[in-house]
């Protein structure tokens, strides 16, 4: 199933919400939008959704893969919020005496940082 339609509206929410600008990319992608750096975003944030029911999140250094959409969905656009409101954080951590370094979406929640996407790879 294909969740352009849906991808899109969950986007144009967030935008909305928060009041910020962004510009839809022509990519060889189903969608991607691009934040720039502006009064509410510190950083410039992409989102997309790819191979049809795989939301993205990126900012500079980092990039994400949820899905799939239908089970991710909500929970996707609560990161974008807590992103926005200083409430997620991106935490880099290179195992000891290794090149193996991993990326961390954390989401504070209750009082505590919370892991909601994790990559790891080498550098």
Known sequence: MHYTEEATALFSRFARRHGLDH?????PVE???EFPTQK????PLTLGLQNNDE????V?????YFFPFPR???????????????QARIV???????IVSSSILE??????????????GGE
Request: aromatic share 16%.
């Open 92 to 98: 880099r951590r290179r195992r000891f005496a290794q």
């Open 107 to 120: 989401v504070r929640k209750d009082g505590e940082w919370k892991t909601v996407y994790k990559d790891s």
């Open 72 to 86: 991710i969905a909500e929970e996707f656009e609560s990161c974008l919020d807590a992103w926005l409101l200083g």
């Open 60 to 64: 500079p250094g980092f990039w994400s």
């Open 23 to 27: 510009l839809e990319v022509d990519a």
């Open 31 to 33: 969608v991607i939008w």
């Open 40 to 43: 509410r975003l510190s950083l």
């Open 55 to 58: 939301l993205n999140f990126g």
